[in-house]
């Protein structure tokens, strides 16, 4: 193996475990349904059809029926409603989080869509409480 070869292999690693560090730890609402959906379909099928996603119901169907459910389907479950709450928490939190940044780096920016495209661009905001905030409510 030539040195140049070693190079890039070990900058390829490093970028990916950079890449990694900095991804989100929380998923997107369409990702959690795709992975249910992959995951849980057929019990979804067996145990709750007809019932819509809306407020809980097939969250809820499922849990009734813990003991019947695949173990996939309840840890991918477990999974997709700590992730989906960890981003909801995010999202709430990320006013508070970020008061901080805000008035340090875009006071006088209004809106909360036009606040959060500042504090992107703020190189300082990436690290830390309001940046990890940003990450796992989706928005970065």
């Known amino acids: 193996m030539s040195t140049r070869t070693r190079l890039l ?8 475990a950079l890449s990694g560090a900095a991804r989100a730890d929380t998923i997107s609402f369409a ?4 992975t249910l959906a992959n995951d849980c379909g057929s019990d979804i099928k067996k145990f709750c059809k007809g019932l819509n996603l809306g407020s809980g119901r097939i969250q ?3 849990e009734s029926h813990a003991p019947k459910v695949s173990p996939t389907c309840t840890s991918t479950l ?3 409603t700590t992730s ?17 940044y805000v008035a340090q780096f875009c006071s ?11 504090l992107n661009k703020a190189t300082r905001v990436n690290e830390g409480q309001c940046g990890q905030a ?6 970065r």
């Open 9 to 16: 292999g070990g900058a390829l690693v490093a970028f990916l």
């Open 134 to 139: 940003i990450i796992d409510a989706g928005w």
């Open 60 to 62: 809820n169907c499922l």
């Open 108 to 118: 006088g920016v209004v809106g909360e869509g036009n606040i959060l495209s500042c």
């Open 31 to 34: 990702d959690a349904v795709s």
């Open 78 to 80: 477990a999974s997709v």
């Open 84 to 100: 989906i709450e960890q981003r909801l928490a995010a999202q709430s939190s990320f006013t508070a989080m970020c008061k901080h």
